[in-house]
């Protein structure tokens, strides 16, 4: 990922609008700053929430509160909880889905 040339931003994420999309089950909220190329959202997925697409897209995901669970196409499967995150470049690997049983909190950068 290159950052594109920006200025010093500060974000106040309650202040920035949600997006609301829709998983499998459950829904993601997502508050997005776009800078060029550069995304990065705060999302909150509801308790029971199912991605519902597999995506191949590189991010960097840092867990803020929650319980995420990150399921690689090939069957790997991984339990992030607040204070972890995961890095993966643009089709860096096996295609991934997010969920979550409980509830979670993502500060996302792709």
Do not use: N
């Not at 999309?21 to 800078?35: F, I, K, S």
């Not at 990065?40 to 995901?61: F, K, N, Q, T």
Request: aromatic fraction near 10%.
């Amino acid at each position: 990922m290159k950052l594109p040339t920006s200025p010093f931003t500060v974000t106040d994420w309650s202040k920035v609008e949600a997006t609301t999309h829709p998983g499998e089950t459950g829904q993601a909220l997502w508050r997005t700053l776009t800078v060029g190329d550069l995304r990065v959202r705060m999302v909150e997925y509801s308790p029971g929430y199912l991605a519902d697409h597999w995506c191949d897209r590189g991010h960097v995901i840092f867990v803020v509160k929650g319980e995420l669970d990150s399921e690689l196409r090939d069957g790997r499967k991984f339990k992030l909880t607040a204070g972890m995150s995961y890095q993966v470049s643009d089709f860096g690997d096996a295609a991934h889905r997010s969920s979550t049983a409980t509830g979670a909190t993502l500060f996302i950068v792709d």
